[in-house]
């Protein structure tokens, strides 16, 4: 009996092993299958990384380790939920108990498991990035010092200390030491600065509430300051898998360090794809990763299965001249191609014409608009293209705008629903309080003053204990609306919602925006169905606040035409491919932009990112004159296009 059991196991042992050896290339299947307790993977674009990634879970599974020894970290929910779909796929099942999400969703569930030990309960609210900029204006404006109008302008407006503070803190730094390194000229406001700061901590801590950042950093804190919990952690995750280490920060490096000591950890990135230093990100985590874990062992991911040679032949050329990075030379097994093509229209406006005219030669050929997409360096760029494309009427879709989330009348139910989950998150009674008459900061400020006075602030509203001087008329009809909401099963997302918008709340939003009250309303509705997926609201809203690439586009849902054509900045592009790519405003000044000259090099891994998006076919446009903004604005060829060899890509001479 012992026997056959070793002898089944051993057959499925090889017929899983000859499985992998069908499905992975040499590479892939190295890295899926490596012992090694430190392994840095580094997966060059269309590279299968996903693939190899996933591959890798699935073998710990295959191979008997719990899944609840396994935590797999990734940038975005969606890449989560799709591993795990791509496991469930390859093994036919999915057992339960494997942790994977976002470091901050990750973050997040860690500080609800230990809210009392940081100082918060388990109902804590996540602000978003507009919620902490009012309160860290909130908290400036209530020190009541003597700033120069132009000073209070840049503060407060522009959200200057919003991004000190977060920068200082993602970069593992405090508020006097990252003023003196980034921004010395602000110095002198040092003392200002860490004011504000403290009373932002307690006014957090008052609204049981915690800022991105602090999923993080709080996470970290507690790691390091509790040896209980530390080790509870370090014992549960025996294998660690990373996805997208270059875009790491300072305070994420840190978190993997601590929980991976005496742990498997395996990383999974691209030092030539880090594009996100303006949120922290950085590239010397990737590169130095092997010199921190000894014995680590790197494994390089190369074969690419998107593009066709000519491309990877131009890719490489252009990154090759970065002298920080790890050593990598892509290649493919595809047959050859065309070269990419550059063209040098006189001015942005031709630019634009090529561009839509290209578009409209493509289509007819045969290829799909959701084949093509035209990408560039700055939102601003593509203003031509779509007037270009209009004309032609031409269907598209741009990326890299507004996210859903931070739409007026999103944030406006979102507010009533997170009153419902913590009473005490001031920022939310302030946006649902002054949609009614007659209150405005001044009564909300004596309501409030009352409101925290008791131990739940919404049962002291619904029951009548809070009775300001003015406003009565607005309270009560508020009062109703929250009794209603209180009364109802709160878990019950559409539920919630659907009395909201039959509460006065939808007399206020039709008379507020006259003009797409039907289009809001009917994003709310999409708010509404996506409420269905998620048991709780607890998790409707942790949910929607850590998922960032949750963006819903209204011509794309409420349109029948699914076939359009995409826009997009290129930082909005990572992770995407189309078959054909025209990349635009290759100009000096414009692709490096002002700001990029400070950094060519990160400017220069933006260029590779954008052209390692294309499969089949790649444009590169750049203008002779450029007529957008006053007066004419000359400048030459972009320097990452100058500095390709000649031999990369093909001149294209137009006439329109």
């Not at 739409?407 to 920022?427: F, G, Q, Y």
């Not at 659907?498 to 009917?522: H, V």
Request: proline share 4%; with cysteine; net charge negative.
């Amino acid at each position: 009996m012992v026997e056959r059991i070793g002898a089944q196991k051993a057959f499925k042992d090889e017929a899983w092993r000859e499985k992998l050896f069908q499905e992975l290339n040499e590479q892939q299947f190295y890295f899926v299958t490596s012992k090694e307790p430190s392994i840095l993977g580094i997966a060059g674009p269309g590279s299968g990384k996903t693939r190899a990634l996933t591959y890798r879970v699935a073998n710990l599974l295959q191979e008997g380790v719990p899944p609840y020894n396994i935590l797999l970290v990734t940038f975005t929910n969606k890449a989560a939920e799709e591993m795990k779909n791509r496991v469930m796929n390859i093994l036919g099942y999915l057992p339960p108990g494997l942790w994977s999400g976002t470091f901050h969703g990750i973050g997040a569930r860690i500080l609800r498991r230990h809210a009392v030990l940081v100082g918060r309960e388990p109902n804590f609210t996540i602000l978003d990035e507009d919620d902490r900029t009012k309160m860290i204006n909130s908290c400036l404006a209530s020190l009541k010092v003597d700033l120069k109008a132009k000073e209070e302008n840049t503060f407060v407006k522009r959200g200057l200390l919003n991004k000190i503070f977060s920068s200082a803190r993602n970069t593992g730094s405090n508020v006097e030491d990252y003023l003196k390194e980034a921004v010395p000229e602000l110095v002198s406001y040092t003392s200002i600065f860490q004011e504000v700061f403290r009373l932002y901590e307690d006014k957090k801590r008052q609204a049981n509430a915690f800022d991105f950042d602090d999923l993080l950093l709080v996470w970290l804190e507690l790691m390091q300051a509790n040896e209980g919990v530390r080790k509870r952690y370090q014992e549960q995750f025996k294998y660690i898998l990373v996805d997208e280490f270059q875009d790491t920060n300072a305070i994420q490096d840190r978190l993997i360090l601590l929980m991976g000591e005496g742990n498997a950890v395996c990383l999974v990135g691209d030092d030539a794809q880090s594009i996100y230093s303006f949120r922290c990100a950085e590239i010397d985590n990737i590169i130095n990763f092997p010199n921190k874990r000894m014995g680590c062992t790197v494994i390089k991911l190369v074969q690419n299965y998107r593009s066709v040679p000519e491309i990877l032949e131009l890719a490489n050329s252009s990154i090759e001249k970065n002298q920080k990075q790890i050593d990598k030379d892509l290649y493919t097994l595809r047959d050859s191609g065309d070269k990419p093509w550059v063209y040098i229209a006189p001015d942005n406006y031709r630019e634009a014409e090529f561009v839509a005219e290209k578009v409209l030669e493509l289509y007819d050929d045969g290829y799909n608009l959701s084949e093509i997409a035209v990408l560039y360096r700055s939102s601003y760029l593509s203003q031509d293209i779509e007037l270009a494309l209009m004309k032609r009427k031409i269907p598209y879709l741009t990326f890299g705008g507004l996210k859903f989330l931070q739409r007026a009348h999103i944030k406006d139910i979102l507010s009533w629903l997170k009153i419902l989950e913590n009473p005490r998150d001031e920022l939310s009674w302030q946006r649902v309080a002054m949609m009614h008459k007659g209150i405005g900061n001044a009564t909300f400020t004596e309501i409030w003053k009352q409101m925290i006075s008791f131990p739940d602030p919404l049962e002291a509203v619904i029951e009548g204990k809070v009775e300001p001087r003015r406003a009565k008329q607005g309270l009560e009809t508020m009062k109703e609306t929250l009794r209603t909401l209180k009364q109802a099963d709160k878990d019950n997302v559409p539920l919630l919602i659907k009395i909201i918008m039959e509460s006065p709340y939808g007399d206020y939003l039709r008379e507020k925006y006259p003009d797409d009250y039907a289009e809001r309303s009917l994003g709310i509705e999409r708010l509404a169905a996506y409420g269905t997926r998620c048991p709780s609201l607890g998790d409707f809203l942790e949910t929607l606040l850590l998922e960032e690439s949750l963006i819903i586009d209204s011509v794309k849902e409420s349109s029948p035409q699914k076939d359009f054509l995409t826009l997009s900045t290129i930082h909005s592009a990572k992770g995407k491919e189309w078959g054909t790519v025209l990349l635009i405003g290759l100009n000096e000044g414009r692709f490096p932009s002002p700001m990029g000259f400070k950094n060519m090099e990160e400017e220069r891994r933006l260029f590779y990112v954008a052209v390692t998006r294309a499969k089949d076919n790649l444009y590169l446009t750049a203008f002779e004159e450029d007529y957008r903004g006053w007066g004419s604005y000359i400048s030459g060829p972009s320097t990452f296009l100058t500095e390709l060899s000649p031999y990369c890509y093909e001149r294209l001479e137009v006439e329109l």
